[in-house]
């Protein structure tokens, strides 16, 4: 069975500067997506950014990018420039492209805190 | 906003009873998911549902259940209510059941039982 952990509970940072999140995971698959999802205090999951493991680049989205590290399973996030809107619960994410198995399988979370 | 809404927005239930949640998806939408995110944790998927169909289950007991609807609106029933179903409720929606199709996630429902 897949398994994510995200082994920082709680992170903080200063505004305009950057954060890396941590994100294991645990698979004897070859072909999945990894995700990020921020979930503010509003309870609304939004997605942050995606992977796909069968591509080597690693994803960029404006202040987000991933350092994604398939032999090592590893998956961490870099918020860089960091804004106090950036402050919510970060959960990672698996999906498996196999047939049948649509669900996504999350971490824990990491708790990030904006300081001004 | 992700445009999938979710409702009530909270609700407070006894041991015993029985209590539905409802979720509306974006228009064109043919898949939902549930997820029930307890205090402290990550979400744990309970189901799906595909055109009206349940397409896969996680870990959870038969009294978890559900229905989709033509409408893009579905639900999720939950029977016989222990002190542990208290959480947070999820509905994702997705164009199809493509691992390329996004889950857009609605605010959720969160149950207490007493």
């Known amino acids: 069975a897949q398994t994510v952990t995200q082994s920082q509970p709680e992170m903080s940072v200063q505004e305009a500067e950057t954060v890396t999140l941590s994100c294991t995971y645990d698979t004897s698959e070859s072909d999945y997506y990894l995700f990020w999802y921020k979930q503010p205090p509003s309870r609304q999951m939004i997605l942050v950014i995606r992977?796909?493991?069968?591509?080597?680049q690693n994803a960029t989205e404006n202040r987000f990018s991933v350092n994604f590290q398939k032999a090592a399973k590893s998956f961490s996030l870099k918020i860089s420039d960091s804004q106090l809107g950036d402050a919510a619960m970060y959960f990672c994410?698996?999906?498996?492209?196999?047939?049948?198995?649509?669900?996504?399988?999350f971490g824990t979370g990491t708790r990030l805190q904006v300081f001004p | 906003e992700t445009g999938v809404t979710q409702s009530p927005t909270h609700l407070i239930k006894t041991r015993g009873q029985q209590v539905t949640l409802r979720c509306s998806s974006q228009s064109g939408h043919n898949t939902v998911s549930w997820y029930q995110q307890a205090l402290g944790q990550g979400p744990q998927f309970i189901f799906q549902y595909y055109r009206e169909e349940e397409n896969g289950r996680g870990n959870f007991p038969p009294r978890f259940s559900g229905l989709q609807f033509p409408n893009y609106s579905s639900e999720l029933n939950v029977n016989a209510l222990e002190l542990d179903d208290s959480a947070l409720y999820l509905c994702?929606?997705?164009?199809?059941?493509?691992?390329?199709?996004?889950?857009?996630f609605g605010p959720g429902t969160r149950l207490t039982v007493l």
């Open positions: 994702a929606s997705s164009l199809a059941k493509r691992i390329t199709d996004t889950q857009y």
């Open positions: 994410a698996y999906r498996s492209n196999r047939a049948g198995t649509d669900k996504l399988i």
């Open positions: 992977q796909e493991a069968y591509k080597q």
